[in-house]
């Protein structure tokens, strides 16, 4: 065994694990500070300023708001996993899971400016083609192959139908997590604890499952794979998904780590907790590797014009490095370094890996979203109005646009933390009432 004794119910807190609120205040108001100033900035720079600054910041907000709602999904996604597995190790650390979940309906409310046209017109072509052009004139009016290929997917991307979409993934994922996680702590104040709750859980985690894969799969499709609407990837959902999947482990990782160095947490969560967890983040480091090779080798292998265009605009000049960089960086180092289980027990050490996984998930989307700015900005094209003449031709990056990438990702993460730690603070820190504590507290594997 892990632990220095076996662990009975007298060492379990019976009101709870209470995060010290006065503890979290000071970055608690720090955090909220920078999201609130930051934001309106975004703001002013989505929809005021000079269009060389708006157009590029466009995609700099996009990127930074897609990738904190992976992290949020993530959250989402455990929580499930543990209710449908019906998990027994994961009940002390399950509260971390529902608090990293329940930060999505907040973060999903960063992607309302890529609802206003204004914002949509530097991003998403197809919806100025659209706008331009009702799609029975379409048809008629063009029949180059880019036109008659937008007209083709016309059933799935037109506008109504994606304002539909992007409704439904808001609020389906958001009723699910808040839901789940108020059957959770609503527990913690019952004085018959049962099982009632358990059983419930369990049951709506099944079905929901279903609402957090269409979230991650069609909001990547939605928001990202929609830039270029002639690309298509049957992978995309499920590569969204690994990266999701293992960051959001990768915060939880951090979580538990930050409240076991402030005393909480006390005999439910040890290092066997932090091996199990390095062992997923472990798995989905395979996961992640094997779904994006998989994705690059049917591309390659088919050789669609349409497929290759988004691994040709990243092979070129920089972006190629940094691809290079991604396969060594997001694969072989994690993989190696997670292999030591010594490692995997070591909150601190696993805490490392998890701060520099989440600097290659940060690569990751940046490589997914950036490099689609060049390309649209840059150059005439016929969906694209007087606008965007002063733009330059087709670069690889914008000068002096890297900075907009920093600004909307401080921002976005300033109001992530905030959202998190005020989550934290809201309930116990784990299920003190759960039937499961002690068979968790006791965990060996």
């Not at 709602?69 to 027994?88: A, D, E, K, M, P």
């Not at 919806?127 to 016309?154: F, G």
């Not at 690889?396 to 730690?421: E, N, R, Y």
């Amino acid at each position: 065994m892990a632990h220095h004794h076996h662990v009975t119910s007298a060492d379990i807190a019976i009101h709870g694990d209470h995060l010290d609120a006065s503890k979290v205040s000071k970055v608690k108001s720090i955090a909220l500070g920078i999201a609130l100033i930051g934001t309106v900035a975004s703001l002013y720079l989505l929809f005021f300023a000079p269009v060389k600054i708006r157009a590029p910041f466009a995609y700099s907000w996009l990127f930074a708001f897609y990738f904190f709602l992976t992290l949020s999904i993530g959250g989402c996604f455990w929580t499930l996993l543990h209710n449908v597995s019906n998990s027994g190790w994961g009940t002390s650390v399950r509260r971390t899971f529902e608090n990293l979940g329940s930060t999505y309906p907040w973060m999903f409310l960063f992607g309302l400016p890529l609802l206003c046209p204004q914002v949509q017109q530097y991003l998403y072509e197809w919806m100025n083609i659209h706008r331009a052009v009702p799609p029975t004139m379409m048809i008629k009016d063009y029949l180059n192959q880019e036109a008659s290929l937008l007209y083709h997917k016309y059933w799935f991307m037109n506008i109504p139908f994606w304002y539909g979409r992007v409704l439904f993934w808001g609020i389906g994922l958001s009723v699910v997590i808040y839901g789940l996680r108020k059957l959770s702590t609503d527990q913690d104040t019952d004085p018959n604890h049962g099982t009632a709750r358990l059983f419930k859980a369990r049951f709506h985690s099944t079905y929901t499952l279903i609402i957090f894969a269409l979230t991650i799969t069609f909001t990547g499709f939605d928001f990202m794979m929609g830039l270029d609407y002639k690309w298509f990837s049957t992978m995309w959902g499920v590569y969204l998904f690994a990266g999701s999947a293992l960051n959001s482990m990768a915060v939880i990782v951090l979580v538990c780590t930050w409240l076991k160095s402030q005393g909480h947490l006390k005999h439910v969560t040890g290092p066997e907790h932090f091996h199990l967890m390095g062992k997923l983040m472990l798995a989905f480091t395979v996961f992640w590797a094997y779904v994006t090779f998989s994705q690059f080798f049917l591309i390659w292998y088919s050789n669609q014009t349409e497929e290759t265009a988004y691994f040709l605009i990243r092979n070129t000049g920089d972006w190629n490095i940094a691809m290079i960089a991604l396969v060594f960086g997001h694969f072989v180092v994690p993989f190696v370094v997670l292999l030591q289980a010594w490692l995997k027990k070591n909150p601190k050490a696993l805490s490392i890996v998890a701060v520099y996984t989440l600097c290659m998930h940060a690569l990751d989307h940046y490589l997914i979203t950036i490099p689609e700015r060049g390309i649209s900005l840059g150059g005439e094209h016929m969906s694209k109005g007087p606008a965007f003449e002063g733009l330059g031709p087709i670069q690889v990056s914008i000068p002096g646009a890297f900075w907009g990438d920093i600004f909307a990702f401080i921002t976005i993460g300033a109001a992530f933390l905030f959202f998190l730690l005020r989550a934290l603070g809201q309930h116990s820190l784990y299920p003190n009432r759960d039937p499961r504590i002690l068979e968790s507290a006791n965990v060996s594997n």
